[in-house]
């Protein structure tokens, strides 16, 4: 065991910037009450949340690193991939970021079209009513506007029946390429970090051809430990991580309290014979 990733770092979740349902100081102090020792704050496709989540994190007197969720395509399926500790000012990475967000309203109109075709009117209007970043609208809002109206009972139902791959709301969508995000990150001084890889349905060979491109590209970590994950798959990606030579990091995926099975901070740490990626990027950790 070594005592580097016995720290509670939350280095994954989301505000109202993107599909999260706080504020970035409502989660900065949530953060703080429930024992985060390092936070980021990962909205999609977004950083318009990170003066306000460096400000809260830097009162309370929480360490904070910069943070974003890049919606990546790849091998068919789309992929997200972490920035931390980049610098928010980054001219190319602002303006590939503002691209990776200019196709989602169409996408969100192109999949009212698709609800309607069920008989689901109304869906675009509907879950505009639950965004907060007009740039930013995703499933999740369509999601939680279908739980609202009783089509589904929560947005888990919702994903299943409507919005995966299949399903009358889905929409193919070309995202970012793997290069293009991790080259963004990398450039801007972060560190790249594939987010919860267990989520992706890909064969070994695909799931092999991501993590050698990502590090092809220069991409430096692998989230570990992740709401999204299941303990056997802490272990197998600990494995990844230590056959790749990766670092790893820990995150939440925090959304909302009623709807994310993960609160701020409450994971099990690192397994110990990892590298954290937070001691890599030290440098770029901001304190009061
Ligand atoms: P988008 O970027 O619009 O494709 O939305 C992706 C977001 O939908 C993810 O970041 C999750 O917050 C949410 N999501 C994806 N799959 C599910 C699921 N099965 N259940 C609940 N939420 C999901
Ligand atoms: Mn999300
Ligand atoms: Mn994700
Ligand atoms: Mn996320």
């Given amino acids: 065991m070594t005592a580097a990733t016995i720290l509670n770092a939350d280095l994954h979740c989301h505000s109202l910037v993107s599909d999260g349902t706080l504020a970035p100081e409502v989660l900065a102090a949530r953060a703080k009450v429930n024992g985060v ?7 999609h496709d977004e950083i318009a949340g990170q003066q306000r989540a460096r400000d809260a994190a830097l009162a309370l007197g929480l360490p904070w690193l910069s943070g974003v969720e890049v919606s990546v395509s790849f091998a068919g399926t789309t992929v997200h991939i972490v920035g931390l500790g980049f610098d928010v000012d980054d001219p190319g990475f602002v303006a590939g970021l503002a691209a990776t967000r200019g196709g989602r309203e169409q996408r969100a109109r192109d999949m009212a079209a698709g609800l309607a075709r069920v008989g689901i009117e109304g869906a675009y209007e509907g879950a505009l009513c639950y965004v907060s970043n007009p740039e930013l609208i995703s499933r999740t809002h369509f999601a939680r506007f279908l739980v609202e109206t009783g089509h589904c009972y929560d947005t888990h139902e919702v994903f299943r029946k409507f919005l995966i791959e299949g399903k ?9 390429s793997l290069s293009d995000a991790v080259r963004w990150i990398t450039a801007a001084g972060g560190a790249a970090v594939i987010a919860h890889p267990g989520r992706y349905r890909f064969t070994p060979t695909e799931e092999y051809a991501l993590f050698t491109e990502f590090i092809a590209h220069g991409g430096r970590a692998v989230e570990v430990v992740t709401g999204s994950h299941t303990p056997a798959e802490y272990a197998k990606y600990a494995d990844m991580a230590l056959e790749f030579d990766l670092l790893a990091s820990r995150g939440s995926d925090f959304h909302d309290p009623e709807e994310s099975r993960t609160d701020l901070g409450a994971l099990p740490w690192l397994p110990g014979k ?5 001691e890599a990027i030290e440098a770029r950790v901001q304190r009061a």
Avoid: C, I, N
């Avoid at 020792?37 to 909205?43: H, I, N, P, S």
């Fill in 37 to 43: 020792e390092l936070w980021a704050l990962t909205d």
């Fill in 168 to 176: 009358p709301g889905f929409v193919a969508h070309r995202w970012a």
């Fill in 274 to 278: 990892l590298a954290p990626v937070w």
